[in-house]
């Protein structure tokens, strides 16, 4: 299993720039790394995906370093509705580990 | 388009009785995941179908726990006998495949109580 490591929870006010980090120090060759948000009552919803560098989209950024041991979502100018849990997911890579979500990370934001 | 649907939202049942959960992916998904939440923890996935078949079952319970996907279509999931530790969210996701990362869509789950 790719087992991944975050942070519990972390704390921010709104129209900061928000970094949580993943460590997934044995992801395999073909794996994928995913970040999901979760609101209480809800399932996971699909922030961004990426496999290698950065990749960015309309509501977050993630950055990967070269040996991929690690993550890092980057949430621009947070607001208090991106208060929830945020899941570091590494697996499906055609064969690669099962999938594992991380502990999940608490992101307060605050006025 | 509609999302992933999941039935019932809620169960409350005594240990020892069965329940069923019940799940309809997204059309034109080929990928189905049933997963487990504990209160406080990230999900934990119980079974993987690509289609109608089972291509990762092994972290769901077989002596009590079992799942099938009908025409690779809706899926069940049911827990016989149910036991107090079973009290959980079960959620469902699907994909359009998997294999390449693909992003899951999940349901809003089944809060489970054993009493």
């Known amino acids: 299993l790719a087992k991944t490591t975050q942070p519990i929870s972390m704390d921010s006010y709104e129209g900061q720039e928000v970094n949580i980090t993943c460590s997934h120090n044995?992801?395999?060759?073909?794996?994928?790394i995913t970040w999901y948000q979760q609101f209480p009552s809800q399932g996971p919803r699909f922030i961004i995906q990426?496999?290698?560098t950065k990749v960015t989209n309309e509501v977050a950024s993630l950055f990967i370093p070269a040996d991929r041991k690690s993550s890092t979502l980057s949430l621009p100018r947070v607001s208090l509705s991106d208060t929830a849990v945020y899941y570091c997911?590494?697996?499906?890579?055609?064969?690669?580990?099962?999938?594992?979500f991380g502990t999940g990370t608490q992101l307060k934001v605050e006025l | 388009e509609a999302g992933v649907v999941q039935s019932p939202r809620y169960k409350i049942i005594e240990k020892k009785q069965p329940v069923a959960f019940w799940c309809n992916p997204i059309s034109g998904h080929n990928t189905l995941y049933w997963y487990r939440q504990n209160l406080g923890q990230g999900p934990e996935l119980l079974i993987r179908?690509?289609?109608?078949?089972?291509?990762?079952d092994s972290q769901l319970p077989k002596d009590r726990f079992s799942a099938e996907r009908l025409k690779g279509v809706d899926s069940t999931l049911k827990i016989q006998p149910a036991e107090l530790g079973d009290s959980a969210v079960y959620l469902c996701?699907?994909?359009?495949?998997?294999?390449?990362?693909?992003?899951?869509?999940f349901g809003p789950g089944t809060r489970l109580t054993v009493l």
């Open positions: 044995n992801i395999a060759t073909n794996d994928y």
């Open positions: 990426g496999y290698k």
């Open positions: 996701a699907s994909s359009r495949r998997a294999g390449d990362g693909d992003e899951q869509f």
């Open positions: 179908y690509e289609n109608e078949e089972a291509v990762d």
């Open positions: 997911l590494v697996g499906l890579g055609g064969g690669g580990n099962k999938l594992t």
